[in-house]
């Protein structure tokens, strides 16, 4: 497990970062709830919501995939693409609330690794 380690250590560090970033603009606002009228606040927020939301479906299938033996070079592919992946969805964001080529680069990477995993974890039970 410590490839699976490695990357969810990554994630925890670009979450603490986003976290602390929204709470940086929290203050800066004087926002403590909520985004109030806060592009900025809101697209802080998100960045680290979304992370959230995604990354623990991430890492229990990149977790389960590295119990099954796959090979290591395919799981750090994985869990490498997956990251950037996820540092390019929260820049995308931050830097803009119109869609931007590094958040659609994101989401979609997002989707694929994902989906990359679930279908290798299905097709491995049926194997």
């Known amino acids: ?70 090979d290591a070079w395919k799981l750090h592919m994985l869990g490498s693409l997956y ?3 996820r540092i390019s969805h929260a820049y995308g964001i931050s830097i803009s609330r119109e869609s931007t080529p590094y958040r659609l680069v994101g989401a979609i990477g997002n989707w694929i690794i994902i989906l990359v995993m679930a279908i290798y974890g299905i097709y491995t039970y049926i194997i």
């Open 1 to 70: 497990m410590e490839i699976t380690l490695l990357y969810t250590s990554l994630i925890a560090v670009l979450a603490v970062f986003l976290s602390f970033k929204t709470g940086l603009v929290r203050g800066k606002t004087n926002t403590m709830l909520g985004e109030g009228d806060s592009s900025e606040l809101l697209q802080s927020i998100r960045a680290f919501g979304n992370l959230v939301e995604y990354a623990p479906l991430a890492l229990i299938l990149l977790a389960l995939l590295e119990m099954q033996n796959l």
């Open 83 to 85: 990251f950037l992946f």
